[in-house]
């Protein structure tokens, strides 16, 4: 059936409005690390969400989450980012 996209994008903006919340040392500080969790959506299945963080230059932080099924989605996961800035405004 394929990726259900409207659930994956629901799960991936959870995840980045959790991150959001925290401050910009929080994001500087998962930097190299990546947090992986199995998550039922709201139609019931399984999906993988794995938030990390890297250098996006000038000090800005890029959060990306990425979501699958665990069927071909986890070859071309949905993926969404957000930048934050050192001043702790976020660039979507």
């Known amino acids: ?27 500087r500080a998962m930097l190299d690390d990546k947090d992986m969790r199995l998550v039922v959506g709201g139609d019931g299945k399984r999906y993988t969400v794995v938030s990390y963080a ?11 989450v990425t ?11 949905l993926v969404r980012d957000e930048i934050m800035s050192p001043d702790g ?3 979507t």
């Open 1 to 27: 059936m394929g990726l259900n996209k409207e659930t994956a994008a629901q799960l991936a903006e959870a995840r980045l409005a959790q991150w959001r919340r925290n401050g910009y040392d929080e994001w």
């Open 54 to 64: 890297i250098d996006d230059g000038d000090g800005r932080v890029r959060m990306s």
């Open 67 to 77: 979501v699958d099924d665990g069927g071909s989605s986890a070859l071309v996961p």
């Open 89 to 91: 405004t976020c660039i």
